[in-house]
């Protein structure tokens, strides 16, 4: 990843994901969640050097 800024490693940026298909992830401080129907989100907060080893799956349904 490639940035033009830099973020101390005491911060944990928020990630916040939504779609209206339905989303995963394995990254063990993200949460998949449906906070309502049609809506599909992936939420928590991480440290900067993990931002790029992130995975965010979303399937359409048919």
Avoid at 10 to 25: C, D, Q
């Amino acid at each position: 990843m490639q940035r033009n800024f830099s973020i101390s490693d005491s911060v944990a940026p928020a990630v916040w994901v939504e779609s209206n298909n339905l989303l995963h992830t394995q990254h063990e401080k993200l949460r998949a969640e449906q906070p309502r129907p049609n809506l599909y989100a992936v939420r928590g907060s991480i440290k900067d050097a993990e931002l790029s080893d992130i995975m965010v799956l979303g399937r359409r349904q048919r």
